[in-house]
């Protein structure tokens, strides 16, 4: 988080929510009640691989979605996309021509939720990159960028710890499990009877979303000895969403149900591939990692691209939400948006207004974090 104001924004959500709590009641327009992301930064959207094989760019991480106010997660995109744009040395004006692009792309999403979008023109080259580069990975780059190696064995080391006997018990019981085996074999490629065979696991120690919580990276072998496949499962501890949601909003009580309820409304390619479980007492969350499963990277950018990159995933995220509304509620959410604009900026003057807000809070605070750690790191 010491490396850039952009990374900071990325890992440092609580802070996002804390300035939500404090506005004031109709600061920002209320849209439909529907399952958002929750913490809608531009790390967590990416290339994400259905089971069939296909590849769309959708949100990738869903530990915050909650059922609540679809602004947020525009607010969110906006500030990660102005941190983006001031860590590539971008003046402001190029923040305002973002920002009017993304209500553009996602007004565009709203008024069309079916129509196949892609990135196009040369603006759009980072994202392309990356979508590129997601349909070309095979099993080999998963492997040698996840665990180090090809060889079905997961090297301990700084990232994946040893597993206590209660651990691997527990582990082997869950795999043992009818649900977790059709989820493993609903890829195209696997047979739907196919056995499921734990070769090894590990602790992951896996960035801040690790600290005190459950986090195990566990290599499997699906098939049998004369057709076999690996496949590397991500298991996480499900908690308790600290993103604000809807009043008299009904989601599922279980915090890992709730993941994947709200995976599956806003990330089809995703929620069809995960499943939630119980491992020691706690609620988790078990996908499959796929090789084609890439975030997206936005460090340096010109301002076309940033702009272009703006419309492109506002449009991602405007999907996302307009699917699970009716026209009626699609015109009326849109009819909001369209409110406060200013003669000179096409951009809602809430999001301006919060995007700045936020921006300044969080230099403060990013730099005040970089003193606390530059200072324990000279102790």
């Known amino acids: 988080m010491a490396v850039s104001a952009h990374a900071y924004v990325r890992g440092n959500t609580l802070k996002f929510y804390e300035w939500l709590e404090s506005l004031e009641r109709g600061t920002l327009p209320e849209g439909p009640a529907i399952w958002i992301c929750g913490d809608c930064h531009v790390g967590n959207l990416g290339p994400v691989a259905s089971a069939e094989g296909k590849v769309e760019i959708e949100i990738r991480d869903l530990d915050q979605t909650v059922i609540g106010n679809p602004a947020h997660d525009l607010i969110r995109l906006a500030l990660s996309l102005a941190t983006a744009a001031r860590g590539s040395d971008l003046p402001g004006v190029s923040t305002a021509l973002m ?25 759009t080259e980072p994202i ?24 079905p064995s997961i090297p301990l080391g700084k990232r994946f710890w040893m597993l206590a006997e209660g651990e691997k018990r527990d582990i082997s019981r869950l795999f043992r499990s009818e649900e ?10 696997r047979k739907n009877k196919s056995g499921v065979e734990v070769l090894d696991a590990s602790y992951w120690m896996k960035g801040c979303s690790s600290l005190g919580r459950l986090r195990y990276a566990v290599l499997a072998e699906v098939g049998n000895r004369k057709k076999s496949d690996l496949c590397l499962i991500d298991i996480k501890e499900a908690v308790r969403a600290a993103a604000p949601r809807a009043l008299e909003a009904s989601m599922p009580r279980d915090n890992a149900d709730r993941v994947v309820e709200g995976a599956r409304h806003l990330s089809p390619y995703l929620g069809e591939r995960m499943v939630a479980a119980e491992l020691l007492g706690k609620s988790v969350v078990l996908r499959e ?18 702009v272009a990159s703006a419309r492109f995933l506002a449009g991602v995220v405007g999907k996302a939400h307009a699917r699970q509304i009716d ?21 809602p003057s809430w999001l301006w207004t919060s995007v700045v807000e936020l921006a300044a809070s969080h230099e403060r605070a990013y730099l005040e974090h970089c003193r606390e750690y530059a200072l324990a790191s000279a102790r």
Request: glycine share 2%; aromatic share 4%.
């Open 99 to 123: 920002m009017e692009e993304m209500i553009v792309g996602y007004e565009e999403a709203l008024a069309n939720p079916d129509a196949k979008r892609k990135p196009s023109g040369k603006a």
């Open 128 to 151: 392309r990159f990356v979508l590129k580069q997601a349909l070309t990975r095979k099993w080999r780059h998963l492997a040698e960028e996840r665990i180090e190696d090809v060889t």
């Open 180 to 189: 977790v085996r059709k989820l493993i074999t609903s890829l195209r490629q």
């Open 289 to 306: 990692l796929l090789p084609q499963d890439l975030k997206l990277e936005m460090d340096r950018l010109t301002r076309d691209e940033i």
């Open 327 to 347: 026209e009626t509620a699609r015109k009326s959410w849109m009819s909001d948006l369209q409110r406060n604009r200013s003669k000179n900026l096409d951009a």
